[in-house]
């Protein structure tokens, strides 16, 4: 499987400002994807990243909101732009291999 | 629509007794059917997989899965918890079409000592 490495691991970031999550994966990768989970919840998928093609969003999360990149096969961003409190949560990205996805670590971030 | 239950929130076993973890979907056709575990603070870790073939899947840490149609059934279970199989514990239904996951709300086991 895949090596998935996210950055940050963790932020502690204030209401109305905006933060980039990077997801690095060590091999090339046509499908990633990324989810929310919110504190004590399941995982949501926020969208589907593909190289070469805009994000496909999922119902409930918009483009303005959630802006991703995929400039390369191993490589994505995601930034959750003018955070409120609502917004603290785990973000992970997953790349598919095979059939499967495989999980990063995730990003833990608080919006104070 | 697709989706998935995992009707116990918490359990709570003895370390060196059995566990089963209970799961059912609805899907249309026979879905992509996974169990991942996650530790505290950690990511997802994937334990086994269910594409199609043998109903009964072995995965890693000694759990094993059985697919059951006739109940739209994903049950995992483990012979013998270890203090270290504490964890929450997601099933997920994944589209054969988009790869697209669904995720149950989990379960989290405790291990008793």
């Known amino acids: 499987s895949a090596v998935i490495s996210q950055k940050p691991s963790r932020d502690i970031c204030q209401r109305g400002t905006s933060l980039t999550i990077q997801c690095q994966v060590d091999?090339?990768?046509?499908?990633m994807f990324w989810y929310r989970q919110q504190p004590g919840q399941s995982l949501t998928l926020i969208a589907t990243?593909?190289?070469?093609?805009?994000?496909?969003?999922e119902s409930g999360f918009v483009i303005d909101k959630f802006p991703i990149s995929r400039p390369n096969l191993t490589f994505s961003t995601l930034t959750v732009s003018n955070m409120s409190p609502e917004d603290s949560s785990i973000y992970l990205c997953?790349?598919?291999?095979?059939?499967?996805?495989?999980f990063g670590p995730g990003t833990r971030l608080t919006v104070l | 629509a697709q989706s998935v239950t995992q009707p116990d929130i918490h359990i709570t076993v003895s370390e060196g007794a059995s566990l089963e973890l209970r799961c059912n979907y609805s899907y249309g056709a026979t879905p992509y059917l996974f169990w991942y575990v996650q530790s505290p603070g950690q990511g997802l870790q994937l334990l086994l997989k269910?594409?199609?073939?043998?109903?009964l899947v072995q995965g890693i840490k000694g759990f094993e899965a059985e697919f059951k149609r006739s109940q739209s059934s994903f049950n995992l279970r483990k012979p013998s918890v270890h203090w270290s199989d504490a964890a929450e514990y997601f099933c997920a239904v994944g589209d054969t079409g988009t790869y697209k996951y669904i995720f149950g709300t989990g379960t989290r086991l405790k291990v008793l000592a």
């Open positions: 997953s790349v598919l291999g095979g059939d499967t996805q495989y």
């Open positions: 269910y594409f199609s073939g043998d109903t």
């Open positions: 990243a593909n190289q070469g093609s805009e994000a496909t969003y």
């Open positions: 091999s090339q990768v046509t499908m």
